[in-house]
């Protein structure tokens, strides 16, 4: 493990190479952001309609005016809640896509100083080609939301009076929950393979988890090691925010609860610390299956890496494809 470690720390130092080469890659949480504020404020509109669209009833005998959702309305509501997940997911995934694409273009450029414009060609590659792959991969999560979301009501409804039904239930959610996670994470590889190769949803979701299955122990140390390295940086960001913000506001007059704008602050740092980051781990994750993309077509010898120099030490013949890579680069300087 200790060599698939130093794999995630070369990874690590990749995507910094990457993202400093595309810097507007770190614009893309906020367009993103632009987007999902739009889509969820349109979606509290739409709730409010048809929240508000009873059907009032008047009793006779008491002249009392009642109010009540008719079946359509209250179905109504599911299907307005299964577009939220679905639009959210889209648009999310197209973030990814665009990252993937990205970062798989200057992986696969050799020289790198000819890179063009990588982010502008991943944007015109999604709306052209992907994004009917972009919709089925968000659609099976957007299913996968709403069924855990009906269960949580039945469990809510049965919890006064709970059976062996309501175990049932909870044993359900917490299966969907897991399938959910392993959905969202297939799902991203998948979209890697399609930025990089063009493929379908399906036949790029049984190309990514080949590629998982092959290097099982090398996702573990990535999404283990690398993970929890991301974590103390937004924990880092946060922290540090608390600190300032207590020292901002503790003399200040009229505020007589310092940790009411100090929670605030550090709950918006770290989404805006998760956001950014999240563009790092996409780097970090795309790196990694264009690592294993180009160790499968590829061996350094015959057919030479497309990796850089760091990357190659951790492939089976390292040493012969450094020194080939070694006599390229002399050859090209000469």
Same mark, same amino acid.
């Given at each position: 493990?200790?060599?698939?470690?130093?794999?995630?720390?070369?990874?690590?130092?990749?995507?910094?190479?990457?993202?400093?080469?595309?810097?507007?890659?770190?614009?893309?949480?906020?367009?993103?952001?632009?987007?999902?504020?739009?889509?969820?404020?349109?979606?509290?509109?739409?709730?409010?309609?048809?929240?508000?669209?009873?059907?009032?009833?008047?009793?006779?005998?008491?002249?009392?005016?009642?109010?009540?959702?008719?079946?359509?309305?209250?179905?109504?509501?599911?299907?307005?809640?299964?577009?939220?997940?679905?639009?959210?997911?889209?648009?999310?995934?197209?973030?990814?896509?665009?990252?993937?694409?990205?970062?798989?273009?200057?992986?696969?450029?050799?020289?790198?100083?000819?890179?063009?414009?990588?982010?502008?060609?991943?944007?015109?590659?999604?709306?052209?080609?992907?994004?009917?792959?972009?919709?089925?991969?968000?659609?099976?999560?957007?299913?996968?939301?709403?069924?855990?979301?009906?269960?949580?009501?039945?469990?809510?409804?049965?919890?006064?009076?709970?059976?062996?039904?309501?175990?049932?239930?909870?044993?359900?959610?917490?299966?969907?929950?897991?399938?959910?996670?392993?959905?969202?994470?297939?799902?991203?590889?998948?979209?890697?393979?399609?930025?990089?190769?063009?493929?379908?949803?399906?036949?790029?979701?049984?190309?990514?988890?080949?590629?998982?299955?092959?290097?099982?122990?090398?996702?573990?140390?990535?999404?283990?090691?690398?993970?929890?390295?991301?974590?103390?940086?937004?924990?880092?960001?946060?922290?540090?925010?608390?600190?300032?913000?207590?020292?901002?506001?503790?003399?200040?007059?009229? +505020?007589?609860?310092?940790?009411?704008?100090?929670?605030?602050?550090?709950?918006?740092?770290?989404?805006?610390?998760?956001?950014?980051?999240? +563009?790092?781990?996409?780097?970090?994750?795309?790196?990694?299956?264009?690592?294993?993309?180009?160790?499968?077509?590829?061996?350094?010898?015959?057919?030479?890496?497309?990796?850089?120099?760091?990357?190659?030490?951790?492939?089976?013949?390292?040493?012969?494809?450094?020194?080939?890579?070694?006599?390229?680069?002399?050859?090209?300087?000469?």
């Amino acid at each position: 493990m200790r060599k698939r470690i130093e794999l995630v720390s070369a990874l690590f130092k990749e995507a910094g190479r990457a993202v400093a080469a595309m810097p507007l890659l770190l614009l893309q949480p906020l367009l993103t952001f632009i987007t999902l504020a739009a889509i969820i404020v349109s979606w509290f509109v739409g709730y409010l309609y048809i929240h508000t669209a009873e059907d009032a009833t008047v009793d006779p005998e008491t002249d009392y005016v009642t109010f009540h959702l008719s079946t359509f309305f209250q179905l109504m509501k599911w299907y307005h809640l299964f577009a939220l997940f679905w639009f959210t997911q889209f648009v999310i995934s197209c973030q990814h896509v665009i990252i993937a694409g990205s970062v798989a273009m200057w992986f696969f450029t050799r020289n790198k100083n000819r890179l063009g414009t990588p982010i502008a060609t991943s944007f015109y590659n999604l709306v052209r080609y992907h994004l009917g792959s972009v919709a089925l991969g968000s659609f099976l999560v957007a299913i996968l939301k709403l069924i855990r979301a009906i269960f949580k009501k039945i469990e809510r409804q049965m919890k006064e009076h709970p059976t062996w039904c309501t175990t049932f239930i909870q044993c359900c959610s917490c299966c969907l929950w897991c399938f959910e996670k392993f959905l969202v994470f297939l799902n991203r590889n998948a979209f890697i393979e399609v930025a990089i190769y063009g493929y379908s949803f399906c036949k790029a979701a049984q190309k990514a988890f080949h590629l998982l299955s092959n290097n099982i122990l090398r996702v573990a140390a990535i999404n283990s090691v690398g993970d929890f390295v991301l974590f103390l940086g937004k924990a880092g960001v946060t922290v540090a925010t608390a600190f300032i913000g207590l020292e901002l506001v503790k003399d200040k007059e009229g +505020v007589n609860y310092t940790w009411v704008p100090v929670s605030l602050a550090c709950v918006f740092t770290y989404l805006v610390a998760h956001s950014f980051l999240g +563009v790092y781990e996409m780097a970090i994750d795309t790196l990694f299956l264009c690592f294993c993309e180009d160790c499968e077509r590829n061996d350094g010898i015959n057919k030479p890496y497309f990796m850089s120099r760091k990357l190659m030490i951790f492939v089976e013949n390292s040493k012969k494809a450094l020194e080939l890579e070694a006599k390229r680069r002399k050859n090209h300087g000469g």
